[in-house]
């Protein structure tokens, strides 16, 4: 499950996209910029305020026509105008330099302008104007002007993330949910936005930085974002680096928290299992068997579990109720089959007694019915045909012992 925050002029909005096992970056629509607003925003409080400062004549006619470029949305010649001020040391050092520089990466960003400049790029740079500009702006003058234009980078870094994550681009991805979250992470946002951390640590994992990656999920799993999902990812991150202490460790630890995630359990389960660690392996099937009780394949693997430690009987318990819920399932009709079947044919090689005898073809009758399933599902299966075979010997069903003779030579 994946959700994604959006501030778009004081409303926030929730979407979200739910999946089976897998959690997905989904496009998320985001606000536009009103260039009328943002251009009243800082523009008043340029005119304001921009006589704080002192330029040279010079400096000051090549402002004013950045604005007026700016105000035409010409912002291309704006930027052209602006680094040649660059080279003005004393015009570098005031704010509004910077505001006027990052309004034109911004605004170009979001307009249909053609330019060489990439839009994430365009964005990246606008940031790192407006950064600027609150560095100088050490009397806060403009703090408002650049409180409102980080307020639109926030939501648009976060699309910016996505359409990167979507795109394959994982390195540029992480960095701007890293620089949404810079932002949002300011105390006049007074704003935790809990999803961006785990998108940045599924982009820092995919971009192979797997420090940052602990670091966000973590964090996720500290704002308890998820359902214990951030516990799946990060503890499979550390099995990726082989640290399988650390993987047990945080599956189980998520488990605590989060006894209903069946990601988590399977997790375990399957780890369990491929390690061949059958009580552990039995112990979370069991942990998973209370909110899943009717769970086929759980009911299977408990009853394989079983006879691996030689409980048939447990086994056989464990497949009855798998085949209520799934009476068509070959593996478990098999199974429960064939441990009648051996039982069966155990007794019948040690029998001394009519009783013992009755007993041993009692087991392999039990086992008929569910070979014969079997072999409806799967007539292909020789194995199946070879247990019926014998079954129908030792029972005396010689006509359709025969039947089976036909079908093992074709």
């Avoid at 897998?22 to 606000?31: E, K, L, R």
Wanted: some cysteine.
């Amino acid at each position: 499950m994946i959700y994604t925050f959006i501030f778009c002029q004081k409303i926030l909005i929730i979407f979200w996209l739910k999946t089976n096992t897998v959690v997905f970056f989904n496009f998320v629509p985001y606000c536009k910029i009103n260039y009328t607003l943002m251009k009243k925003i800082f523009f008043i409080y340029i005119i304001l305020l921009a006589s704080v400062f002192s330029f040279s004549q010079n400096s000051e006619n090549n402002l004013s026509a950045v604005r007026k470029y700016i105000d035409e949305e010409n912002f291309t010649k704006a930027l052209n105008i602006l680094s040649e001020l660059e080279k003005d040391n004393e015009v570098t050092k005031n704010p509004v330099f910077w505001i006027y520089k990052g309004v034109s990466y911004h605004s170009l960003y979001d307009s249909e302008t053609k330019t060489n400049i990439p839009k994430d790029s365009l964005l990246n740079l606008a940031y790192t104007s407006y950064k600027k500009a609150e560095e100088l702006d050490t009397d806060k003058n403009y703090r408002k002007s650049i409180l409102e234009a980080y307020g639109f980078l926030v939501n648009q870094f976060t699309y910016e993330g996505v359409n990167n994550f979507n795109n394959g681009k994982q390195n540029a991805a992480l960095n701007d949910f890293e620089n949404s979250l810079a932002i949002s992470s300011k105390p006049e946002f007074a704003y935790i936005d809990t999803v961006i951390y785990y998108n940045a640590g599924l982009a820092a994992e995919g971009s192979g930085n797997f420090d940052k990656a602990v670091k966000y999920y973590q964090k996720a799993i500290d704002l308890k974002f998820g359902n214990g999902r951030p516990y799946l990812d990060l503890a499979k991150l550390y099995k990726k680096q082989n640290d399988i202490d650390k993987y047990l460790y945080t599956l189980k630890e998520g488990l605590a928290f989060y006894p209903e995630n069946t990601e988590i359990v399977n997790e375990l389960i399957n780890y369990y299992l491929s390690v061949s660690d059958v009580d552990n392996a039995l112990l979370f099937v069991n942990k998973a068997l209370k909110s899943q009780p009717d769970k086929t394949e759980l009911l299977f693997i408990q009853g394989s579990l079983y006879e691996t430690k030689k409980l048939p009987d447990s086994a056989i318990v464990a497949y009855e109720k798998a085949i209520q819920s799934d009476s068509t399932n070959s593996d478990v009709l098999y199974n429960l089959g064939a441990i009648y079947y051996n039982k069966g044919v155990n007794l019948i090689k040690h029998a001394n007694t009519k009783d013992e005898k009755a007993k041993a073809v009692s087991y392999y009758k039990k086992a008929i019915p569910y070979m014969e399933k079997v072999s409806k599902l799967e007539p292909e299966n020789k194995d199946v045909l070879y247990i019926l075979k014998s079954a129908y010997l030792v029972t005396g069903q010689n006509d359709k012992k025969a039947e089976i003779e036909k079908k093992l030579k074709n």
